[in-house]
């Protein structure tokens, strides 16, 4: 269902760390470990407002949002277009661990459209629990931020938003689940 291998790769990562009774370490993922998926990498944490906070962002994440988002909240990312994961879903993710599997194209002011999806995993870290995505995009030039594009995001489109069961169900709430 990837666009590319980068999500595997991630999930691959994840199962080698995780055991029955704990999630993977966030410096599991390691940028030795990473390797040529470091650019689309991002860890977030819950923030003191209810919102999701970047604690790491590779440079094609960075590039897309025509700056470097650590230390980023959702709120200042948002996109109020109907094509972002909501915080109350993600923050449900990391209270009851489980992934999330999003897949959206996110446009941007200069016309120019992206195509990804997005794996979210939790783990555990010093500060808490966090969730680790990597992006995969549907051509190779989103990678590097159209190559320069660093318009901002005017609005997108949601194509799906699910959760991954890792082993302790999902949250009640419900991702938006459409294919």
């Known amino acids: 269902m990837s666009l590319g291998g980068g999500a595997s790769r991630l999930a691959a990562i ?3 760390f995780n055991t029955s009774d704990s999630l993977p370490d966030r410096n599991d993922f390691t940028l030795s470990r990473l390797g040529a998926l470091t650019s689309r990498f991002m860890a977030l944490r819950a923030g003191e407002n209810g919102e999701l906070v970047v604690v790491q962002s590779g440079t094609a994440i960075d590039h897309i949002w025509g700056r470097n988002v650590v230390g980023a909240s959702s709120g200042t990312m948002s996109l109020k277009f109907g094509a972002n994961l909501s915080c109350e879903e993600a923050l449900a993710a990391l209270n009851q661990p489980a992934g999330i599997h999003v897949s959206r194209t996110l446009e941007k002011s200069s016309g120019n459209k ?7 995993l939790p783990v555990t870290s010093k500060q808490g629990r966090q969730l680790v995505s990597i992006t995969d995009f549907a051509e190779s030039r989103h990678m590097y931020g159209l190559l320069g594009d660093t318009t901002s995001i005017v609005g997108g489109e949601m194509h799906f938003s699910y959760y991954v069961d890792v082993g302790y169900g999902v ?8 294919a």
């Open 114 to 120: 992206l195509k990804h999806e997005t794996l979210y």
């Open 14 to 16: 994840w199962e080698e």
């Open 171 to 178: 949250p009640a709430i419900s991702a938006e689940r459409v």
